[in-house]
């Protein structure tokens, strides 16, 4: 064979190598991280760890109770205060400044805000919030977790009205709706699946979220509902647990992270499920 | 009949009027609470900024910009003394290293699931590399902690550091004694979570190469590598820059994964083996427990970050807004 058409195939078949490889490098760190967490976590997932709190040091009896109630309240308001903000700031880019400048500031910005470290949401929380209240609390640690879930719920939202088609809001209009009708009735429901996955995978990102809890809600050894006194966590406490010395506490951590991990995924996979739906009809 | 029409032209223009005024209203209530939601993002900014700067503002006063280049951190002596240039340098160290292993990875799986992959397979593997970025940062660094740090102290570390025995320059990068918590580990973490950053804007913007060019490129005998190098790389690469310097932002600030295996020292050493720190582990570490001035050292520390953060976003996003408008005419 010509020594040119030789070398380039032989290139191609190298290069075709790597990438293989290179792919086989990404999927492998993924079932690397999920068969360690379901080897450590598993053996210690019981009832105890949903029905006991977490166990003062050096006590190996004791589950996540308290820190697992306090994610999901803090997750459900963080959601609760960040996702209809983002929902109308979207509907304001997508349906009433498509061509306003206002707009396009807007849009970067929120782009940025979408990638800024979550460190930093907690910072600004801490001097906004933590600071003039006088101490840390559950409620500030939920309002940092609402500032990260705007910017992505202002995206997803932009994007999915974005992909309604016009004649539908047209024929609304010309029957004599008037406009915030034709983006309630019409406009929402024509994109109701995309609006939900988009609050789908806010909740996923905050639901793991530790940076900004570190200093904001801190984390509690006990079970409190109360939003102006500090609330116990998962990603806090297992933050705690595992730079801590006791064996036990390690366990419980792993545990812990197990669940996280599963219910991120699970909410990251919904989201995606209901995504490919809207798109495939 | 008579009587029902008199009564629906008494309530007809009635109903109608206040029908329509009812509509204005909730018009008018409608677009200013969109409009008020959409510039609350705009005070989100600010807020963040005012609020930096003023808990930064007593070390700001007092160490002035010598705080960039000062290397010795002692909050607890009197006056507490503090430097920022030891996190800046971890910061920037682990940043690049991750750069440098997460850049050709991630490129090879967005070329092997846009040009090589069987099609039943795109979805799995596709899905496998969008769940990493999913994975909370948190996990990864309990990951790093307890399994990969031990792994790499135990066999990568030791096999370079023998390698590299007596080489000038690269024997001192790659120096001794190999360590759990280390700027190389903190660096494959860092790697590992940015990869699907890179790959899925990479795939994204691979497929806006129209397939007519790649078609008349394999028409012409090109090898699919050379179709990658020649035509897909250079149609798409402002939008590959673009990803790449997105990924680098999410590299610069991501804090939980790092702060475990990083080791937290503020000395700057010159292996990569050796522990440090970066700006944000640095704040997630000490500030529960800080308070006056050292406090404000990291918010300060909190503020350099953002800023760097923030610059380099801006051009990757900037990056993608020229790619989209290519795409869009």
């Known amino acids: 064979m010509n020594p040119i058409y030789a070398s380039r195939r032989r290139n191609d078949i190298i290069i075709r190598g790597l990438c293989m490889g290179a792919a086989l490098f990404g999927v492998t760190w993924l079932a690397l991280i999920l068969f360690t967490l379901f080897y450590n976590g598993l053996s210690g997932i019981s009832l105890a760890v949903f029905t006991q709190d977490t166990p003062p040091p050096g006590s190996t009896e004791g589950g996540l109770r308290n820190a697992i109630i306090g994610s999901i309240i803090m997750t459900v308001i963080g959601v609760g205060i960040g996702a209809p903000l983002g929902l109308f700031a979207g509907t304001y880019l997508a349906e009433y400044g498509k061509h306003d400048k206002l707009t396009s500031v807007i849009r970067f910005i929120n782009d940025i805000l979408l990638s800024a470290p979550s460190i930093i949401i907690g910072l600004f929380i801490y001097g906004a919030i933590v600071v003039p209240m006088g101490g840390f609390s559950a409620f500030a640690g939920c309002l940092a977790l609402a500032v990260i879930v705007i ?50 995978l806010a909740t996923a990102r905050i639901a793991g979220e530790t940076a900004p809890l570190l200093f904001t809600a801190l984390s509690n050894q006990f079970f409190s509902l109360n939003l102006t006194k500090t609330m116990a966590n998962l990603p806090v406490t297992i933050n705690n647990f595992v730079q801590s010395p006791y064996a036990y506490w390690k366990e419980l951590a792993w545990s812990g992270a197990l669940l996280i991990t599963l219910t991120v995924l699970a909410l990251n996979i919904g989201a995606r499920i209901l995504g490919a739906e809207r798109t495939s009809k | 009949m008579a009587v029902e029409s008199d009564v629906m032209e008494a309530a007809g223009p009635y109903d109608r009027a206040r029908a329509l005024s009812a509509f204005k209203l909730g018009d008018i209530t409608f677009y200013w609470i969109t409009r008020l939601c959409a510039i609350s993002v705009l005070l989100i900014l600010g807020g963040i900024i005012i609020s930096l700067i003023v808990g930064a503002w007593p070390a700001i006063r007092e160490y002035g910009a010598a705080f960039l280049w000062t290397q010795r951190w002692a909050p607890s002596a009197d006056p507490p003394v503090l430097g920022a240039l030891g996190p800046i340098y971890g910061t920037l160290i682990t940043s690049v290293i991750a750069m440098m292993i997460a850049i050709p990875v991630g490129l090879g799986i967005a070329v092997f699931l846009t040009e090589i992959c069987p099609l039943w397979l795109r979805r799995p593997i596709g899905l496998a590399v969008e769940l990493l970025a999913g994975i909370p940062s948190i996990i990864y660094g309990m990951w790093g902690f307890f399994v990969l740090g031990p792994f790499l102290a135990n066999t990568f570390q030791p096999f370079m550091i023998s390698v590299f025995d007596g080489v000038p320059v690269l024997g001192t990068i790659f120096g001794g004694p190999p360590s759990y918590l280390s700027l ?142 290519k795409a869009g005419n």
């Open chain 1, 151 to 200: 910017p992505v719920v202002v995206r997803t939202t932009e994007d999915m009205l974005g992909l309604v088609p016009n004649p539908l809001r047209e024929a609304a209009s010309a029957l004599g709706l008037p406009r915030s009708l034709v983006i309630r009735r019409i406009a929402y429901r024509a994109a109701r699946s995309g609006l939900i996955t988009g609050v789908l």
């Open chain 2, 184 to 325: 190389f580990n903190a660096s494959l973490i860092l790697a590992i979570m940015v990869l699907p950053f890179i790959t899925s804007i990479s795939v994204d913007v691979f497929k806006t190469v129209p397939p007519v060019l790649k078609e008349a490129a394999y028409g012409v005998g090109c090898t699919t590598w050379e179709v990658v190098r020649n035509v897909v790389i250079p149609y798409t690469r402002v939008g590959v820059i673009g990803g790449i310097m997105l990924a680098l932002g999410r590299a610069l600030g991501e804090t939980m994964a790092v702060t475990f295996i990083i080791g937290n020292s503020f000395k700057i050493q010159s292996s990569i083996f050796a522990p440090g720190t970066t700006i944000s582990a640095a704040i997630a570490s000490e500030f529960a427990e800080s308070d006056g001035l050292h406090q404000s050292g990291l918010i300060l520390l909190g503020l350099l970050l953002f800023v760097l953060t923030f610059f380099v976003l801006a051009a990757a996003r900037l990056m993608l807004l020229r790619l989209e408008k």
